[in-house]
């Protein structure tokens, strides 16, 4: 009789294709997701999919799921791979009904993965691991559009007496064209606010405000320290908030002491006033810090007056070689020559290798004749307005290819991948007819980088994931106004991030701007902070002309050579420390992105 009732609930759980509608949007994707059903696990993609008025969730085996078809770029789509994947035998495929979630259950797994169990018509399903924590929270925000919850610690009941009444919202139509889209957002979170508020009658409720600090100085690095985490951040989880819709007023749900709800009528972020740009680190500067031998001293304070105000030009030539790692700060004068000739020796070497092949071999190495054939398409079309490249047969054009061809010799395992070109094409330009100080610091500078390029895009993915939560945290207006057009997903940003602006600036502004990520003191991913400050500054544009994402994308596209760096880098700074200096910071932040020791681990909040 049980086994007759477990497959009944399975039959009602698990949705045949031939009964659905087709996709009308896909709300929700990540990779990388493991599902364990009798001990044995798989990878796979989980989605969440919009079919008609209703949503399903459903997870797809690697080997049955093309990512290329999901990740579009243009031109930008830099790394076309084959993102089959192996998995384990019998591995299934499953989809369900949003409407049919009863529970969902979140708890730490092994290696401290996050994991959440779903509960569908009283049947649980297999564990659902997945690949980080923001990705269990964005999931969750997915369900909320669909579903009503009451939280209990970890575990969220679906409420589906609450379900019908929002059903009912939807009968009165008041999301078509012409009709007023807030009225209908405020009406249906003030039914939210008037059932929680209800249901948690007993409870405690304290509302309060927090300010945020607006810094107009620079503080020194060693001057901030983190908050101490309130002792409920240990004890539970942090009621989630959802990004899809403005609560009024900013009403937001944070954790509490004792189960007790606590309602914080926080604002967004207020607008800071941009840090002051200090004076460039100049040759006189320069010599104060070698000793007679030429070593290089007090090297943090001369890097933090780097990141303050940049390198003079005329100096770059000399102290870029020791940023990039081309010669160690302690090295002296003799050291670094001999350091160089080894690195001349090498570089001609590996050269020789590649220029060694035979036309015969060449027929036989698909690998080389595709990686030649992108580093030739690249190059010719690399600044080519700019006058070091300018012209036919320019032998600038021709040395560049070449230390591309020695740099995918040198790092066989990565090659060559669109977008490296306009890395060593600044490089290029310094340095002159310097062939060794360019191909050692473009070395240099993608072992900083090379994470950007690897096959599976792994963390292009979690920058843009961490932009997001940035933005959110920022700026919730934008952050929803970028939802309602599809465009959350922040793609109009891939460029930003891949070349670290490097199309965004003039070219005597990307050497400043560099300067600042190679030197930055803090320890967080700096250009994501610069990227939010870009956004923030056209946040006005971007929603009061209702931009959705081919319009963000064009507009963000012709800013390139427009917006002045020195005012971005100010704002960058100043929300940095502000960010950093509040006491509420979610987890994402504070843990993934501003790498606070201090973070607990069981936190979902964005």
Not at 320 to 343: H, K, Q
Not at 547 to 576: P, V
Request: aromatic content about 12%; glycine content about 4%.
């Amino acid at each position: 009789m049980e086994e007759e009732e477990a497959a009944a609930s399975e039959q009602s759980t698990v949705v045949e294709e031939d009964e659905l509608p087709p996709i009308s949007r896909r709300l929700y994707e990540e990779y990388d997701v493991e599902i364990y059903s009798e001990e044995r696990g798989s990878s796979g993609t989980l989605s969440v999919l919009e079919r008609g008025e209703k949503g399903y969730i459903e997870w797809t085996p690697f080997d049955s799921y093309d990512v290329n078809n999901h990740m579009s770029f243009d031109e930008w789509g830099v790394i076309a791979h084959d993102a089959t994947k192996p998995r384990s035998p019998d591995a299934p495929s499953f989809r369900i009904a949003v409407s049919t979630i009863d529970c969902l259950k979140q708890e730490i797994g092994e290696k401290g993965r996050p994991c959440l169990v779903i509960t569908s018509e009283k049947r649980k399903l297999p564990p659902i691991f997945f690949p980080k924590l923001d990705s269990v929270y964005r999931f969750v925000q997915c369900l909320k559009r669909y579903l009503c919850f009451m939280r209990h610690h970890n575990t969220f009941l679906v409420d589906h007496s609450k379900a019908g009444l929002m059903s009912a919202m939807k009968e009165l139509d008041m999301e078509r064209p012409g009709n007023n889209k807030q009225v209908y957002k405020k009406l249906a979170y003030d039914i939210q606010d008037v059932y929680d508020v209800t249901l948690s009658g007993l409870s405690k409720v304290t509302n309060f405000l927090r300010g945020a600090g607006k810094p107009t100085s620079r503080p020194s690095p060693n001057q901030h320290h983190s908050p101490s985490p309130s002792p409920s951040d240990h004890q539970q989880l942090p009621q989630m908030e959802d990004p899809t819709t403005a609560p009024p007023d900013h009403l937001s749900h944070r954790p509490a002491e004792n189960n007790f709800e606590l309602y914080d009528l926080r604002k967004p972020l207020p607008r800071t006033v941009a840090v002051e740009r200090d004076w460039c680190f100049t040759p006189e500067l320069w010599e104060t810090h070698l000793d007679a031998d030429g070593r290089v001293h007090r090297v943090k304070e001369l890097q933090d007056r780097i990141f303050s105000g940049g390198c003079d030009p005329a100096l770059r030539r000399e102290v870029w070689p020791f940023l990039l790692g081309v010669y160690p700060w302690d090295s002296t004068r003799l050291e670094r020559v001999a350091i160089l000739e080894d690195r001349e020796a090498l570089y001609k070497v590996t050269e020789t290798q590649w220029r060694s092949i035979t036309p015969d071999q060449m027929k036989r190495n698909s690998l080389y004749r595709d990686r030649e054939a992108l580093v030739e398409k690249d190059v010719l079309r690399t600044d080519r307005k700019n006058d070091f490249y300018k012209g036919e047969d320019n032998p600038n054009v021709h040395d560049m290819y070449e230390m591309l061809m020695t740099y995918c010799q040198h790092n066989f395992d990565l090659g060559y991948v669109q977008g490296m070109s306009d890395l060593i094409s600044p490089l290029h330009i310094l340095y002159q007819d310097n062939k060794q100080h360019t191909f050692w610091s473009f070395v240099g500078y993608m072992e900083k980088m090379e994470l950007n390029f690897t096959m599976d895009q792994k963390r292009i993915q979690e920058k843009l994931s961490e932009l997001s939560s940035l933005v959110y945290y920022c700026d919730s207006e934008l952050y929803n106004h970028l939802e309602r057009e599809d465009s959350s997903n922040f793609f109009f940003c891939f460029r930003w991030l891949l070349i670290n602006f490097k199309r965004e600036f003039k070219p005597g502004e990307v050497y400043e701007l560099w300067e600042v990520l190679w030197t930055c003191p803090y320890e967080t991913d700096y250009s994501l902070f610069i990227a939010t400050a870009m956004l923030l500054q056209e946040r006005d544009t971007i929603i009061s002309r209702q931009m959705n994402f081919s319009d963000i994308l064009r507009y963000i596209n012709d800013l390139s050579g427009t917006l002045d760096l020195h005012t971005i880098l100010g704002h960058a700074e100043a929300l940095f420390h502000q960010i950093r200096s509040q006491e509420d910071l979610p987890f994402n932040i504070r843990a993934n992105i501003l790498h606070l020791s201090d973070t607990p681990y069981s936190s979902l909040e964005k």
